[in-house]
Each structure stands twice: as structure tokens, then as C-alpha cells.
């Protein structure tokens, strides 16, 4: 059985975003067992953090207005993934950790599901995780 799903492309200077409505069987608050989701690629700064995560910020704000429950940004968004060396280094680091914070509390608010890129440190360890945010968490 062929099913048929509705796409928005929007394209502007700073980003784009591709939104499709992915079936899912079971979860009563989506419609008709459809929840709509966007993918972002959003225009980044090698190693500045704070750009891009209003850029992040400003995407996923953009998702929600265009009701998606979900919104995916690529590996390393936060960062930038061409790093190579600054990976190593703690000012780089804390900034991704800050950024993700920043985040979490500019779309608190909002009633959308987050998957952000990005770098994190554990067990004197760095990792390529994707960090996964709802209302400020």
C-alpha cells in the first residue's frame, strides 16, 4: 500500500529546512498518527559556538511556528565539524557546553523535540554525541 506524505520546503539565505510527516502508530496526540518533522542544516562558524547556536536556536524556533514535533541538525552542529585540533581544547568544549544551554532555555517554551550535534567530554574521553533537548531539558 503506496502511502502518500505531505513535504514544505523552505529555503532562505541563512538556513533550510525540509519538513515531512513521518507515520507513527499508537501516539494519540499526533494527527491522524502523523508527526510532522523538520531537518535542519543551519549556515555555522567553524568553532563559534555562539553563532551557531542562534542559529540552531532560530531553526528550531522556525520548526515549532511551522508545527513540527521534531527538528534534527547534522553532526557537530554546534562546533562545526572541520574543528580538527580546537576538539582538544577546553575553551572550545566549554563553549559547545554553554551553547547547549543556551539552547535548552531559549526553547523552554516551545512544544517541539530537539537532536542537536555536538561534542562532549566524558570520562577523559571526547565524543561526537547528539544531544537531545524538550522544554529547556
Same mark, same amino acid.
Given at each position: 500500500?503506496?502511502?502518500?506524505?505531505?513535504?514544505?520546503?523552505?529555503?532562505?539565505?541563512?538556513?533550510?529546512?525540509?519538513?515531512?510527516?513521518?507515520?507513527?502508530?499508537? +501516539?494519540? =496526540?499526533?494527527? #491522524?498518527?502523523? &508527526?510532522?518533522? @523538520?531537518?535542519? !542544516?543551519?549556515?555555522?562558524?567553524?568553532?563559534?559556538? /555562539?553563532?551557531?547556536?542562534?542559529?540552531?536556536?532560530?531553526?528550531?524556533?522556525?520548526?515549532?511556528?511551522?508545527?513540527?514535533?521534531?527538528?534534527?541538525?547534522p553532526e557537530l552542529s554546534v562546533t562545526g565539524?572541520?574543528?580538527?585540533?580546537?576538539?582538544?581544547?577546553?575553551?572550545? +568544549?566549554? =563553549?559547545?557546553? #554553554?551553547?547547549? &544551554?543556551?539552547? @535548552?532555555?531559549? !526553547?523552554?517554551?516551545?512544544?517541539?523535540?530537539?537532536? /542537536?550535534?555536538?561534542?562532549?567530554?566524558?570520562?577523559?574521553?571526547?565524543?561526537?554525541?547528539?544531544?537531545?533537548?524538550?522544554?529547556?531539558?
Amino acid at each position: 500500500k503506496k502511502k502518500k506524505f505531505g513535504y514544505n520546503i523552505l529555503i532562505s539565505y541563512e538556513d533550510i529546512l525540509f519538513y515531512c510527516n513521518i507515520n507513527i502508530r499508537g +501516539l494519540g =496526540a499526533m494527527k #491522524d498518527g502523523f &508527526l510532522r518533522v @523538520a531537518a535542519a !542544516t543551519p549556515e555555522i562558524r567553524v568553532a563559534d559556538c /555562539i553563532h551557531n547556536a542562534q542559529a540552531i536556536t532560530g531553526q528550531i524556533i522556525q520548526a515549532a511556528e511551522n508545527n513540527a514535533s521534531l527538528i534534527v541538525f547534522p553532526e557537530l552542529s554546534v562546533t562545526g565539524y572541520t574543528c580538527s585540533d580546537l576538539f582538544l581544547q577546553s575553551a572550545l +568544549l566549554d =563553549a559547545a557546553e #554553554d551553547a547547549v &544551554l543556551q539552547i @535548552a532555555e531559549k !526553547t523552554s517554551a516551545l512544544p517541539i523535540l530537539s537532536v /542537536i550535534g555536538v561534542p562532549l567530554r566524558a570520562s577523559n574521553a571526547i565524543y561526537n554525541c547528539a544531544v537531545v533537548l524538550y522544554k529547556g531539558e
